[in-house]
């Protein structure tokens, strides 16, 4: 192999072929000769505060509604009852990971391959099909020769081995449709056989992962499963419709997402109104109810609801996501209705009441790190597919030479010339996007795959804006395979029985939007993200980045008042506990089984949280860590100067928000700091005079001259002057005891001084959390300030109070107040 920078290779027919560098690494194909898609998902698509019409942009909601209206006098000309058009289709939006099946052991994540990810889905897919044909349904039949015995093997066959001896999927569907829901096959037998025609076809199957072990969404899963929300036609480069992916689902007892259509515009409006109706406190049985009721009143005019054998309350929970709202060109309504008679049939005869497979509890059983329990997955799957090499190879024409394919398209087959104009457009766009290439062993032998990753969601729109009509989708989950022996077979296969044979355009080209629900959205967006900013910045901040999170989403006011209570008792709970975004839903648990139970949540948290102001002065740096070691026992804010002690600091620390205060003074720094904080917080000061006494400033100034001695005496003298509410005085051997009482059983003098200092803090007056008011009046001449200022306090006050309680009324007037009035 040549580590020349650009290699170039010459066919006999004179064609230049594309050519990847190899960049040193001998694992990397010389030259490029065919390129096959591997795996897709649907293009991006937005949440509709994303969406909706802001500056002139596009607002999908209006667009659905608009198609469904024009659909609607159409269908008044067309003597064709049965025809649905366009409809509104709204499935409800899982909370997982996304998961890609290209058939066989070929499983991809969003941007990744070969990890825990695709071998959870691997192995919950595969006990999906044990589940849905358990094998003692298993019964012989035959079909165009075909027969599977008791073992689950098929018989005439020269090749026992799996890898030469595929079963063919038109056999078993035969079978299949004979035998219905009698039971033919056991698990094994039928995954190998659904994989056959996910194969021949060229699908790619989407499914969401949803598991307590794969990141925490929301809630945690009452059970581990994957749901269908999408195929993939890659030969068509287009994606099945909703009646497509739903039989074929059928067809395979594969668990398909609950589905509603609404094919007129006012059924549509419906949702949509349910949606800005109870986006707040909508919950999935809850959504369901609701969807269910909105087809029951519209039935007359083709509204349907097709089940899915996982409800989304009995596997996932009641914390939905939200739901996902597209148009789609609809199938007839007969046809829908034979799908939604069909699933009840699904449901009835695989219950969700049927146990299913927990991963969890294999999970618990493998102790161990990620590559452990990924390499006992691969034992358990038998899965000889792994990644070899994996290099990332950026985005750069370095690295891609797509000049010399791009002059020759019309010498390559039409996939391959697709995908090198595709990754020619990325790379001359100049666009955040990585190629990684992963050299993978399977069964069948070596394949070169390349995993197209978006690094931010604004590639896609810079690629939409100078895309071509005719050029290929960005898609997600974006794979395509190189020089591959095992190419896609191009023989006509029988289509669907609900099976398009046009292409219904591009991807990007269906309306779709996400709803979310607040429910969700507050347990991942404020509680999971907001978790580092409560860690590193403290409750208040906590409290400010919750309360412009929900101004954001337009959430109500009386909502919002509802909320800060939950947040602001959240986040002293949080504060006390050691737990990461991977745990975070098994404290928040626990933290709402209180909260329900205990409308006083919050005042339990405030009567134990320490609000007081503590100075500690020494001289000796051991005094430093001392303090450092009582703020941590008194969950407190720390200063290790008092160059840093303000009244702002202060304020902070005593605010509603804050949790008192700690400050290390070192006592030649002098007491200015600290007097400066009296005339407020007199009071409130708790001062510790640590190692201060005449002896211990003897010993600490030993071997010191005279002027410093004089110097040190002169501090302590201006710090005893200094008239603050409580002063405790501790000689330095008290360090001593400390340690000594930490290192065995006994710590009384210790637990004594923190008794004291909670005492202390628990008898301040407590603040009010209750967001207030401040209003600014401008200098302008002649508005009436002057006037306002003059009114009598009390009886502002008496009007404050009537309609407010526990309510402080302040006027300043600034022409009467010397500095920073308006602190």
């Known amino acids: 192999m040549s580590n020349e920078h650009h290699n170039k290779n010459e066919n006999d027919d004179g064609r230049n072929e594309y050519e990847l560098i190899n960049c040193n690494k001998s694992t990397l194909p010389d030259v490029i000769t065919s390129m096959e898609l591997e795996a897709i998902f649907y293009p991006k698509f937005e949440n509709e505060s994303q969406s909706s019409a802001k500056d002139g942009s596009r607002c999908i909601r209006s667009e659905i509604l608009h198609a469904l209206e024009e659909q609607q006098n159409i269908d008044e000309d067309d003597d064709n009852e049965d025809s649905l058009g366009i409809a509104l289709e709204v499935s409800l939006k899982h909370s997982g990971s996304l998961v890609l099946w290209s058939g066989s052991d070929r499983y991809y994540a969003k941007n990744s391959m070969d990890n825990l990810f695709t071998l959870t889905g691997e192995l919950l897919l595969r006990k999906h099909f044990e589940r849905v044909y358990p094998e003692e349904e298993e019964k012989e039949f035959s079909s165009d020769g075909f027969i599977v015995n008791d073992s689950g093997e098929g018989e005439n066959s020269s090749d026992s081995s799996e890898s030469g001896n595929k079963r063919k999927y038109s056999q078993v569907s035969s079978a299949l449709d004979k035998a219905a829901f009698s039971g033919v096959c056991k698990g094994d037998t039928m995954y190998g056989a659904c994989s056959d025609e996910v194969e021949e076809r060229g699908y790619c199957l989407s499914f969401e992962c949803v598991t307590s072990v794969l990141g925490q969404h929301g809630d945690v899963p009452l059970r581990d499963f994957l749901i269908l929300t999408a195929i993939a036609d890659m030969k068509r480069e287009t994606f099945l419709s909703t009646a497509e992916v739903i039989a074929f689902a059928q067809k395979w007892r594969l668990p398909h997402n609950d589905v509603w259509i609404f094919p007129t515009k006012i059924s549509a409006e419906s949702v949509f109104l349910f949606y800005d109706n109870n986006r707040e406190i909508a919950t999935a049985s809850h959504a369901v109810k609701k969807l269910n009721e909105i087809v029951d009143d519209h039935k007359s005019f083709g509204c349907c609801c097709i089940k899915s054998m996982y409800p989304h309350v009995d596997f996932q929970g009641e914390i939905l996501e939200g739901i996902v709202v597209r148009l789609v060109h609809g199938s007839s309504s007969k046809e829908m209705n034979r799908l939604s008679e069909e699933a009840k049939i699904i449901s009835t005869r695989i219950p969700p009441s049927l146990p299913s497979f927990s991963i969890r509890e294999l999970f618990d059983c493998i102790k161990g790190n990620s590559p452990k329990i990924s390499s006992t997955l691969r034992t358990l799957l038998r899965n000889e597919r792994k990644v070899l090499t994996e290099h990332d190879l950026g985005a750069s024409h370095e690295f891609l030479s797509l000049n010399v394919l791009h002059n020759r398209l019309d010498k390559l087959d039409r996939e391959t010339s697709r995908l090198a104009t595709f990754i020619k457009a990325v790379l001359d766009m100049n666009l955040h996007v990585e190629f990684k290439h992963h050299c993978v062993k399977s069964h069948d032998g070596n394949d070169d795959i390349f995993i197209v990753h978006a690094k931010s969601d604004a590639v896609f729109p810079k690629y939409y804006q100078q895309k071509k009509p005719d050029d290929m989708d960005f898609f997600r989950g974006f794979s395509f ?209 640590m190692g201060c006494s005449d002896n211990d400033i003897l010993q600490i100034c030993e071997g010191k001259t005279q002027k410093v001695k004089k110097q040190v005496r002169g501090m302590l003298n201006s710090w005893r002057k200094a008239d603050f509410a409580r002063i405790c005085a501790l000689p330095l051997s008290f360090l001593e005891v400390i340690k000594a009482e930490k290192g065995g059983s006994n710590n009384c003098k210790f637990s004594s001084l923190l008794e004291n200092l909670r005492d202390f803090s628990k008898n301040l007056p407590n603040h009010s959390n209750i967001p207030g008011v401040f209003v600014f009046f401008p200098v302008i001449p002649g508005t009436g300030k002057s006037t306002l200022c003059v009114i009598p306090q009390e009886k502002m006050q008496f009007v404050i109070t009537k309609s407010t309680q526990r309510r402080s009324f302040i006027t300043i007037c600034s022409d009467l107040t010397r500095g920073k009035y308006y602190t």
């Open 481 to 689: 395979r190189v020089n591959s022996t095992r190419r896609r077979r191009t023989k006509e296969i029988m289509p669907l029985p609900c099976q398009k044979t046009e292409s219904e355009g591009s991807a990007k080209d269906v309306l779709m939007i996400k709803l979310k629900f607040l429910p969700y959205m507050v347990r991942t967006f404020i509680i999971r993200n907001g978790l580092s900013t409560l860690r590193r910045q403290g409750v208040e901040h906590f409290q400010m980045f919750a309360s412009n999170m929900m101004r954001k989403w337009n959430i109500t006011p009386l909502v919002q008042k509802k909320w800060s209570n939950y947040f602001h008792s959240w986040a002293y709970y949080a504060s006390k506990k050691q737990f990461g975004t991977n745990d975070y839903l098994d404290y928040l648990s626990e933290f709402e089984s209180k909260y329900d139970q205990n409308s006083c949540f919050e005042q339990a948290f405030e009567s134990d949280k320490f609000r007081a102001l503590v100075l500690v002065v020494g001289e000796d740096s051991s005094c430093c860590e001392f303090a450092s070691e009582l703020a941590s026992d008194l969950d407190s804010f720390f200063l290790k100067t008092s160059k840093k002690l303000n009244p702002d600091v202060a304020a902070r620390a005593r605010s509603a928000f804050g949790k008192g205060l700690v400050c290390f003074c070192k006592l030649t720094d002098g007491v200015g700091k600290a007097r400066r904080l009296l005339p407020k917080y007199k009071d409130q000061i708790f001062t510790i005079f």
